[in-house]
């Protein structure tokens, strides 16, 4: 597994295992707030628009192209999370329900999968709110991710740039993208992320990234106006073919799933980095004992000893 791979895949265990496990103190301490400091930081996408609205752009016709790419990207996005043709099974997990697995598209590029269940269809608004904020990735995954906005279209798009640490090195490595949350039917919604032909003026890096699974995205252009370490070329440039969750409410249970196809990321992770990431990733984030060994447990499932 690559560094990004394991620090997404983590942040989907964090908030299965949270959720689940707020579920289980309600239920054991009734009329106690059960909702941890973390949730407060939460923003609906309107609020996060309003938060962000003076970057909005004013160019018509990027915001037409945007528009354009990412209703392309949602419908890939759609058959990559409903499709089961084709996908490799990876591992399964009985604890929080996740399910692992990848398939090739189009021969040369991956594309991976994870499922998840939470045992609340309560949850599903907050599960949303918590995968759409830019403020709780950071705060989840601090230290090591920084997530940002950069550029709105519209209170449903924006332009986000992702700074995440690699573990080899500790060196940063970045990318740009746009990413959309859109509502496909009801109880349904869907955040995907898609990398274009955005400028950032990297000096060292000015090569023309071509996006392997969504065509649109190569038709799109646009500059942004970067920071000086990736002027100068310090962070190394990745990008992300297509990425994001699609979240279904059920009766009984909220099912999401998350996709990504990522370039240039093959940094394989030794089990001294894994430790390091549950210390700060999730134990650090949670106090209660009961849950470190739920997710003890559950990380068994994510790297078994061989």
Not at 41 to 47: A, V
Not at 233 to 240: D, E, P, S
Request: proline share 2%.
């Amino acid at each position: 597994m690559n560094t990004f791979y394991i620090q997404i895949s983590l942040f989907l265990l964090c908030i299965s295992l949270y959720l689940n496990n707020k579920t289980l103190a309600t239920d054991r301490a009734p009329g106690k707030d059960a909702t941890p400091e973390l949730t407060d930081h939460c923003l609906i996408s309107e609020e996060i628009y309003e938060k962000n609205k003076h970057l909005l752009c004013t160019n018509p016709e990027e915001i037409v192209e945007a528009s354009e790419l990412m209703k392309e990207a949602v419908a890939q996005f759609n058959y990559f999370t409903t499709s089961k043709d084709d996908y490799k099974f990876c591992r399964s997990c009985y604890l929080c329900h996740p399910f692992f697995c990848e398939k090739k598209h189009q021969d040369y590029t991956y594309v991976k999968k994870n499922e998840y269940t939470i045992d609340d269809p309560d949850m599903y608004n907050e599960i949303i709110k918590m995968l759409w904020d830019p403020e709780y990735a950071n705060l989840i995954n601090k230290g090591s991710i920084i997530r940002k906005i950069t550029r709105v279209y519209n209170k449903n798009l924006v332009m986000i740039q992702q700074r995440y640490k690699d573990s080899s090195s500790d060196n940063w490595k970045y990318f740009y993208a746009l990413a959309t949350i859109a509502d496909v039917s009801e109880g349904t919604t869907v955040i995907v992320i898609v990398s274009a032909d955005i400028n950032d003026h990297n000096s060292k890096d000015k090569r023309s990234y071509r996006n392997k699974v969504i065509e649109k995205a190569n038709l799109f252009k646009t500059d942004i106006d970067s920071e000086n370490d990736i002027r100068k070329g310090k962070l190394k440039k990745t990008f992300v073919n297509i990425a994001g969750y699609h979240v279904e409410k059920k009766n009984n249970y909220v099912n999401f799933t998350y996709i990504d196809s990522v370039s240039d990321i093959q940094i394989l992770i030794t089990q001294s980095f894994i430790s390091t990431i549950v210390k700060k990733y999730i134990v650090d984030c949670y106090a209660s004992s009961y849950l470190k060994q739920i997710i003890r447990k559950a990380l068994w499932c994510f790297f078994p000893h061989k």
